[in-house]
């Protein structure tokens, strides 16, 4: 279960503030995340194909399932859980790498906003630990990347996407590093458009 005090991502646009997703850290090192949307609205995941151009992602036709989401689970032993508010876990077997097996550098989370005033307001929370982003008014689609970081980070080649990046040390002795990056448009004649729901991506192989 989580012990420590939770530590709170808000996105700020326009001069409103905005939950984005809530991570908390257990006695075992394991990390919970809570990820927001609008109250009263079904989680929906888009449907992922893959064609020639790589993976494409179906907003039209998406997935509801039935499991009520609260918060995803990573565990040290590489099992990872859905839990509900009920404390109620979806236990399908799926797990990645263990976290010793994980590289130094191992992506696991990619967290995606719908269009900002479709995410619940966010109020004064005195319980959290707080992580303001604030953002262009006029920003694009975005979305953010989790990745645990083992050793020291490289530095990276210049990158026109990435918007911000940040780095929690956890109690493991592990990091967490957070990239915020813009969507980019496939082409000049295309146009990048926000998702119709937030939504988020596990990585669950080595």
Known sequence: MPST?????????????????TLLQGKDGS?????????????KTPRIENDESGLKLDFNNPNIPSFELHKISFHPSGYIHLTNKRGERYRDGIRG???EEMDDLYL?????????????????DKMCMLLN???PN????FF??????????DPEEPDDSRIARFILPLNSGYKLT??????RQRDQNTTANWPPFPFFLLRTAA
């Open 138 to 141: 006029n920003i694009g689609p």
């Open 97 to 99: 790498p263990t976290f």
């Open 5 to 21: 005090v939770p530590f709170r991502v808000v996105l700020t646009s326009n001069g409103v503030s905005r939950k984005f997703f």
């Open 178 to 183: 957070f990239v915020l990056r813009s969507v």
């Open 144 to 153: 953010i990347t989790l990745a645990l970081l083992k050793g020291q980070l």
């Open 108 to 124: 696991f989370c990619i967290i995606v906003p719908s269009k900002l005033d479709e995410m619940p307001i966010f109020e004064e």
């Open 31 to 43: 990390l919970y995340i809570h990820p927001n949307r609008e109250n009263g609205k079904p989680w």
């Open 133 to 135: 982003l604030v953002v």
